[in-house]
Nanobody
Framework: QVQLVESGGGSVQAGGSLRLSCAAS????????MGWYRQAPGNQRELVAG???????NYADSVKGRFTISRDSTKHTVYLQMNSLKPEDTAIYYC???????????????WGQGTQVTVSS
């Protein structure tokens, strides 16, 4: 199977920065997509940023210009650099990946356990 292990969450004051990392391991043939979602209390989980195997990126409007997603394909790792953090960025951040376990067959959706990001004003 596949595991996604996240790190880098924590508490920071508004205007500060954090960097999240997510490493995939296990039965991996290829990774089609890696991204970060977040969920604040009472809210639905939302896509924050994603990157495809071809390097195409997309961002939620609320984080454009402040967050940067990057990927190291050799390490099966995705990063989220978060700058100019705001209190409204407070949430649990989840790593997501669409991974093919074998050369033939579909890709499957995998999730990390989540890491808390808290931004105080």
């Amino acid at each position: 199977q596949v595991q996604l292990v996240e790190s880098g969450g924590g508490s920071v004051q508004a205007g500060g920065s954090l960097r999240l990392s997510c490493a995939a391991s296990g039965s991996i043939y290829s990774i089609d997509f890696m991204g970060w979602y977040r969920q604040a209390p009472g809210n639905q989980r939302e896509l924050v940023a994603g990157v495809t195997d071809g390097g195409a990126t997309n961002y939620a409007d609320s984080v454009k210009g402040r967050f940067t997603i990057s990927r190291d394909s050799t390490k099966h790792t995705v990063y989220l650099q978060m700058n100019s953090l705001k209190p409204e960025d407070t949430a649990i951040y989840y790593c997501n990946a669409v991974i093919k376990n074998f050369a033939v067959g579909p890709g499957y959706n995998y999730w990390g356990q989540g890491t808390q990001v808290t931004v105080s004003s």
